[in-house]
Every structure is written in C-alpha cells, then in structure tokens.
C-alpha cells in the first residue's frame, strides 16, 4: 500500500513541476490560467493524499474551499475573455470589412448536384 502511495506522491510531484512551469512560461493568459486551474486541482489531490494517508477527516471543509474558489476562479475568467472577445468583434466591425459574397441567385443546379 506504501508504494501506491509513494507513486501517486511522485505522479503529482511530476504533475506540480509541469504545472508550474507552464504557469511560469506560457505564451498567453488562457495558458496560465489553466496552468492554475491545473494546480488547485493538483492541489486538491495533495491535500486528498494527505487526508487518505493520515487518515484524517478534518480537510473535508479545507477540499470543499478550495474546489469551489477553483470553479469560481476560471468561470470569472472564462467570461472576461469572452466579454473582450465580443468586444474586439464589435470594434472589428467597422465600415471597413470585408463581406461575405452573396450566393449566384441564377445559378442552376442540374441533377449530378452541381452549378452549370
């Protein structure tokens, strides 16, 4: 039981590294933003392992903190981002884009399916 344990320690060691450095060097907000969802979620395993290993019952309420700030923390972000993307599409609206061109009204479409 010792080495599960010891394995699930090393797996989310690996995993915090990881994490971290993506947080450290990722090339936009979105990226870092999932790198820190990543680590409350790794964590939240941590503080599991801790719990499980100790057997100890009293981080219920410290698990239940933490997952509800993690939900709340990339929902707030998620629509930020999309509230600056419809506004950059609103702003890219202007007089000078470039429109769709309209479908041929004329066009016949024999029966293979295709224009004439």
């Known amino acids: ?18 994490a971290l450095y993506v947080l450290w060097r990722g090339p936009g907000i979105l990226n870092r933003t999932v ?6 979620a790794i ?12 057997e100890r019952d009293d981080t219920m309420q410290i698990l239940l903190v ?13 629509r930020i981002i999309g509230q600056r993307s419809a506004a950059e599409l609103a702003q ?4 000078n884009v470039a429109k769709k061109p309209e479908p041929k009204e004329d066009a016949v479409i024999s029966e293979g399916g295709r224009d004439e």
């Open 92 to 95: 890219d609206a202007g007089p």
């Open 66 to 78: 933490l997952t509800l700030v993690s939900f709340l923390t990339a929902t707030a972000v998620a």
């Open 35 to 40: 790198a820190l969802d990543l680590l409350t």
């Open 43 to 54: 964590t939240i395993g941590i503080i599991c392992l801790v719990s499980v290993t100790g």
């Open 1 to 18: 039981m010792t080495f599960i344990f010891a394995l699930n320690w090393a797996m989310l060691s690996v995993a915090e590294l990881l």
